[in-house]
DNA sequence: ACTTGATTGTTGACTTTTCCACCTTTTTGC
DNA sequence: GCAAAAAGGTGGAAAAGTCAACAATCAAGT
């Protein structure tokens, strides 16, 4: 950080490097707190807030929801029920789905758990004004989509196409 | 998406949500353009490209201005090594530190990505005026600093000290 | 109704990442 | 100087994530 020549390329050149410590970050302070909570991790967490907060309980959508990769969803749903967090009921509309229902177990862990992130949330935002949340949140929304393209003019040494 | 009453609350909850699928997001596109190169991963680039710009030669600098955890800066390095991008040498002023020399290979990697990752980056920020950006600087500062905080006020509610 | 193609979810192997306990070297306090 | 403490590095184990194949289900067109 003390030579800094090309200062303007530089802090390009680190924005995805500085998201990707800010998410690490980020990362280990949410589990910090939902570790100390009970044997839940992330990924188990959002799944447990988002049909805690009623925005959905089925599967598909809970996953795309959460934005967990199917394969992983899987086996933490599993996980889930064996821990008693969740009960998995068939859902009639779509026999390969199944309807999410949470348990006391559950919904005591969300209660608990919920007021916590949502002061960390505070705490998170707390320095920054509307304006700027808004610009985060647009970039955000902007660089995703520019993260899109993967296909740069690659002098393309020895890659093939596929 | 869809439904959305208590959006304030809502967007404040995904801060860190968003953050994690525009991390995800960069990181597939910057590991599909590196691993279109070579043989190197995200991390074992880092690692060469601050060698290679001068930033840093001795082993915890660089690990701290990569922001790898120390382990798996300890097995990237050796894997450099191994693949011939790297030379370890001892440190004289610190035995426990190394440093690190780049091969004729590891340059010319760095020559033929450089150019390639710069134009990411300027594809990524195209969009982007210079307050905005100037905004996610900062915000990333503040957010990555609030983000150490971990000692939320805790009920606690069967838990044991270690 | 039947068939084809697309979704969804599950599973198991595999890779990558993260965590942790240990060892060496250096630094600090006496 | 020497012992204790701190920092760096290492390697193994565990967790998380990725990938590909498969079975069940649904949607659509014939």
Redesign the interface.
Known sequence: ???SDESA?R???L????????????????K??IS??GDLNLAQW?IVRVVALG?ENTTTPVRK?T?IDKSQFSKMLGALEQKGYVVLHPYENDKRQHVIELTDKARKAHE?LGP?????????????TED??A??????K???N?????D??????E?EEE
């Open positions: 950080m003390t030579n390329i802090l390009g050149l924005l995805p490097f500085q998201i990707a410590q800010l998410h690490s970050a980020l990362n280990a302070q949410a910090v707190i100390a909570y959002r925005i929801a934005g608990r916590v992130l949502d002061e960390r949330q505070r705490h998170l935002v707390a320095t920054l700027e949340l610009v985060i949140y647009k970039s955000i902007v660089l995703a520019a993260a899109q393209k993967t740069f003019d690659i002098p393309a040494p890659q």
